[in-house]
């Protein structure tokens, strides 16, 4: 049977998983890829290096993210959400998310470019170094669906 997810159900997806798609476009081309997230409630919380996602994103910030739990081929729930990308450049701002972030993943391997202590340490790119600028966002969630399929 096919069905449609409720707002709980939707919620209890994006706050279980913490991988999900961000999809992007800027007008030419568009952009899907992993990332990982933390889900308080009402945004998607990440982080990035600079690259191709974020400038997309900055161009144009208008957003879809997925994220899918599938146990088989018939048994499986998707959430599809749209939003709208919001970079974080307040340190006290950036430390929360971070933390925030930092404690969903407790209970997995965290990258060292999660941590919050090391992003405020990049806050911009040391070109002598070569590190690349961390950035923390947000995608402020407008909108949402969600199905499922089970046998």
Known sequence: MIGILNDTQMDDILRENVM?????????????VPINYAYDGTSIIA??????????MRKNPHVCFEVD???????????????????????????????FYVDRMSHLYVSET??????????VTNHST???KTVIF?????EKTGRFENE
């Not at 999900?20 to 899907?32: E, F, L, M, Q, T």
């Not at 999660?114 to 806050?123: F, I, S, T, Y």
Request: hydrophobic share 40%; with cysteine; aromatic share 6%.
């Open 138 to 142: 947000r995608i402020a969630i407008t």
């Open 47 to 56: 982080h990035s290096a600079e690259g191709m996602k974020i400038e997309m």
């Open 114 to 123: 999660a941590l919050p202590h090391k992003m405020l340490e990049r806050k």
């Open 130 to 132: 070569g590190q690349i």
């Open 20 to 32: 999900g798609r961000i999809a992007c476009h800027d007008g030419h081309k568009s952009y899907i």
């Open 69 to 99: 739990q599938m146990k088989s081929f018939t048994e499986w729930e998707s959430v599809i959400a749209w939003g709208e990308f919001h970079e974080l450049t307040d340190e006290d701002e950036q430390l929360d998310a971070m933390e």
